[in-house]
C-alpha cells in the first residue's frame, strides 16, 4: 500500500470553475500536509501546508484536512489557465523530517 | 536568498560512466534531501541527512548510488556506473526541521539522460 495516494488525472476544470483535488494517506500518525504545484519541466513548489484538522484559506486555495479519514483536499476557486500544473500532495509522517508525495495530480484548466 | 542550487541543471551520459550530482542547500537549513522523479515512479525520497549525516538511505536503488554532505553547504549524489533506467530528473531539497513540520523547498533539478 502506498503511503500517500492521489487520483493521477488528467482533471479537467474549465476556466472559473472549482477544482477539487483529492489526496488519502496510510500514516494515522501523520501530523504536517503539504500541497505543491508543479509545472511542467519545472521543481515543485509549496502552495500550502495544513496542520490541524478544518479547512485553510490562503486566497483562491483551500486546504481541508480530515484525519479521522485520513484525507486531505486541495480546492482551487476561480480556476484560472495558469493553474494548470500537476499537484503533488505531502505528507510528514510524524517519524522523521522526511516527506511522502503522491504520485501528482494533472490539472488542466481550459480557457 | 539564492535557494536551493543544483549543478549541473542537465546531463548527458553514456551508459557505464560516473555520474555527480551537486546540491547547496538554502544556509540555515539542517535538513538535504535527495529525490528522482520519473513519469512512471513519480516522485521518490532517496535519502536525507541532518546536520550532514545520513539519516534514512533506504530509497537509495543500489549500490550503485551513493551521496555524501561533507558540509551543510554541499552534497553529492553520484551514480557509478550509471545505466540507462537511472535517466530522470534528480531534485535536492532542504529545511530547517526544527519540530519537523517545516516544508522543504526543491532546487530547480538535474535532467540526467543515460544513453
Known amino acids: 500500500q502506498k503511503e500517500v495516494e492521489q487520483n493521477s488525472g488528467p482533471l479537467s476544470v474549465p476556466e472559473g470553475a472549482i477544482a477539487s483535488l483529492n489526496c488519502t494517506y496510510s500514516?494515522?500518525?501523520?501530523?504536517?500536509f503539504f500541497w505543491y504545484r508543479q509545472y511542467s519541466g519545472k521543481s515543485p513548489e509549496l502552495i500550502m501546508f495544513i496542520y490541524s484538522n478544518g479547512d485553510k484559506e490562503d486566497g483562491r486555495f483551500t486546504a481541508q484536512l480530515n484525519k479521522a479519514s485520513q484525507y486531505v483536499s486541495l480546492l482551487i476557486r476561480d480556476s484560472q489557465p495558469s493553474d494548470s500544473a500537476t499537484y503533488l500532495c505531502a505528507v510528514n509522517p510524524n517519524t522523521g523530517n522526511q516527506f511522502y508525495f503522491g504520485t501528482g495530480t494533472s490539472l488542466t484548466v481550459i480557457p | 536568498d539564492a535557494g536551493v542550487i543544483q549543478s549541473p541543471r542537465h546531463e548527458v551520459t553514456e551508459m557505464g560512466q560516473e555520474v555527480t550530482l551537486r546540491c547547496k542547500p538554502i544556509?540555515?537549513?539542517?535538513?538535504l534531501f535527495w529525490y528522482r522523479q520519473t513519469m512512471m515512479r513519480g516522485l521518490e525520497l532517496l535519502i536525507y541527512?541532518?546536520?550532514?549525516?545520513?539519516?534514512?538511505d533506504s530509497g537509495m536503488p543500489e549500490d550503485r548510488f551513493s551521496a555524501k554532505m561533507p558540509n551543510a553547504s554541499f552534497s553529492t549524489l553520484k551514480i557509478q556506473p550509471s545505466e540507462p533506467r537511472d535517466s530522470a530528473v534528480y531534485f535536492c531539497a532542504s529545511s530547517l526541521g526544527k519540530t519537523g513540520l517545516e516544508t522543504q523547498y526543491f532546487g530547480p533539478g538535474t535532467r540526467l539522460l543515460v544513453l
Open positions: 541527512f541532518n546536520n550532514n549525516v545520513p539519516i534514512d
Open positions: 544556509s540555515g537549513h539542517d535538513y
Open positions: 500514516d494515522r500518525g501523520s501530523q504536517s
